[in-house]
């Protein structure tokens, strides 16, 4: 499966914004974004203003590179969520939310997404006592998505886990249990549930059209 393999904090920059591509780095003093305050490339004495559909896609650009995804999986949450009952821009951000290797990250286990993703191609993650190493896997209510025994005093978890409480980061939806290395899904994610500040509905706009 394709994946980017470039620097992450360059798709920071691009967008202008912290992506936490790389965890808990992206708040410290050594975030590229804070020492280089434009975007990569050649220096421009003048940017041109974006158009509306600039606009539209630089808003899906920060999604999908937040969640960590190319363009086909994006596009292929997209037609799920039009699919589904309710509002697609909110049925769209709640799928994003439940690839388990988003869920790991939520849990506190990783300390970033992609280090989420790399626990799930490990195979480290079992969800409700299986293996499971793909990290698009759907998760659903009631599902227990739990750290392999053999891994569970790893020391860059135990790192994270740390983080994690110290900050109180995990959402209402999930139920973690820290000294067992497992969290439930209560129920699913909604947009009130994500505190990044995206513009959804330009996507359901730029994928309309």
Request: charged share 40%.
């Given at each position: 499966m394709a994946k980017?393999?470039?620097p992450s904090c360059k798709l920071c920059r691009r967008e202008m914004v912290p992506l936490f591509l790389k965890g808990q780095r992206c708040l410290t003093d050594k975030c590229a974004l804070k020492k280089r305050k434009y975007p990569p490339g050649p220096p421009r004495k003048r940017r041109s203003k974006l158009t509306d559909y600039g606009v539209q896609m630089?808003?899906?650009?920060?999604?999908?590179?937040?969640?960590?995804?190319?363009?086909?999986?994006?596009?292929?949450?997209?037609?799920d969520a039009s699919r589904a009952k309710g509002v697609t821009s909110a049925q769209?951000?709640?799928?994003?939310?439940?690839?388990?290797?988003n869920v790991v990250y939520r849990m506190g286990f990783a300390s970033s997404r992609m280090q989420a993703r790399q626990f799930v191609q490990h195979r480290h993650i079992t969800v409700n006592g299986r293996i499971v190493d793909i990290p698009s896997y759907r998760i659903r209510v009631n599902d227990v998505v739990e750290a392999r025994d053999n891994f569970k005093?790893?020391?860059?978890?135990?790192?994270?886990?740390?983080?994690?409480k110290a900050v109180s980061s995990v959402p209402g939806?999930?139920?973690?249990?820290?000294?067992?290395?497992?969290g439930k899904i209560v129920r699913l994610p909604e947009r009130s549930d994500i505190t990044a500040t995206f513009n959804e509905q330009l996507v359901v706009e730029l994928y309309s059209k």
């Open positions: 980017y393999t470039g630089r808003e899906k650009q920060k999604i999908k590179r937040m969640y960590g995804m190319m363009e086909g999986q994006f596009r292929r949450v997209f037609e769209m951000m709640s799928l994003l939310e439940r690839r388990l290797d005093a790893n020391p860059i978890m135990e790192e994270s886990i740390k983080l994690s939806w999930i139920e973690v249990d820290y000294e067992s290395k497992k």
